[in-house]
């Protein structure tokens, strides 16, 4: 048994990854930004699929040092953190000619500078109990870029490289971090999409169907896993095969 | 208590070396054997213990057992 945080947890990718640890017996921190009643929801099937404990914390990461504050919450509340997801994101699509100070800003606080914040925090934790697992969900589009995402993904792109960094420093302390690209994902978002832009993408997918956020979660799971202690600054599509590398 | 005693602590629970060797003369680096994380743990170990913030340009002075106990004096 572990202790986890998976941050945006209440839906979505982090939902499916809250609730595939928790199928492996580890505890949970369930972390989200304004839907608590989902978490909730989220933190009872994770009890019923096998947590001993699941606890719900609210933060809203688009305010600098929030997430300092979640992993300390969580380590409190679990009574220690062995892992630890930086799931939550945001976008505010729009071209870059129209792309307000305030869109850049906001995804990169969210996306890229609570990651900071919370590995800091996570990683002071678990130099001390000397193991430790981080994963960073990026994305496809942090290595391939996409139109109308060009803050999405500098932010994703520099969760790669923030990755490979901070898994060379602690390395020696039984500390993985490992990044997780999901390619196109079964979502919220991807649900409203038209159905002829979901026919462009899947010409893009070799695997010919969209990711199930339970792929992506198998991925993380692994990850966090004894059995991946040799992997390390990795980033590791889910996607279909769209980015071989 | 004693500054000395208290120092000793923080490095046996950091570097996990044996109390006998932590003389005052005793190199963190050369003589207990500490890398560069190992350093920068001690350190946060000593603010911790003591209460006190060392910026980077102090602890890069802290080489030796007697450096660290000097500097805490220092700022009692």
């Known amino acids: 048994m572990r202790k986890a945080l998976v941050t945006g947890s209440s839906r979505g990718i982090g939902k499916a990854i809250a609730l595939e640890l928790a199928s492996r017996g580890h505890a949970l921190a369930i972390h989200y930004a304004a839907s608590k009643d989902a ?4 933190a009872e099937e994770a009890r019923a699929k096998g947590s001993p404990q699941a606890v719900v914390i609210g933060a809203d990461l688009g305010t600098p040092q929030a997430a300092a504050g979640l992993v300390s919450e969580a380590n409190a509340a679990l009574g220690g953190l062995d892992i630890l997801v930086n799931n939550a994101g945001i976008t505010r699509d729009t071209l ?3 792309m307000k100070d305030e869109d850049w800003d906001a995804v990169i606080q969210t996306n890229l500078s609570a990651i900071f914040h919370a590995t800091r925090e996570a990683v002071k934790i678990m130099m001390r109990a000397k193991w430790g697992r981080i994963v960073n969900i990026s994305s496809v589009v942090g290595i391939l870029g996409n139109p109308g995402q060009a803050n ?28 997780v690209a999901p390619g196109f994902i079964e979502s919220d978002m991807t649900a409203k999409l038209p159905e002829s832009v979901v026919a462009e993408y899947l010409k893009q997918i070799p695997v010919g ?13 692994f990850l966090v896993s004894d059995d991946a202690a040799y992997i390390n600054g990795q980033t590791l599509c889910v996607d279909g095969g769209m980015t071989p590398h | 208590m004693d500054i000395l005693e208290s120092v000793k602590e923080v490095i046996v629970e950091k570097l ?19 890398d560069s994380l190992d350093t920068v743990e001690l350190i946060m170990g000593l603010e911790d213990k003591f209460g006190l913030e060392i910026s980077d340009e102090e602890a890069e002075k802290i080489r030796t ?11 009692q």
């Open chain 1, 152 to 179: 999405y993904v500098a932010a994703k792109a520099g969760l790669i490289g923030f990755t490979k960094s901070v898994a060379k420093e602690y390395a020696t302390r039984g500390i993985t971090v490992n990044a």
């Open chain 1, 39 to 42: 978490a909730e929801a989220v």
């Open chain 2, 16 to 34: 996990g070396v044996e109390a006998e060797k932590i003389t005052p003369e005793a190199r963190f680096i050369e003589d207990l054997g500490a």
């Open chain 2, 65 to 75: 057992v007697q450096d660290a106990i000097s500097f805490i004096q220092s700022k």
């Open chain 1, 96 to 98: 870059l000619i129209r």
């Open chain 1, 209 to 221: 169907r969209l990711g199930k956020p339970e792929e992506v979660a198998k991925a993380v799971a």
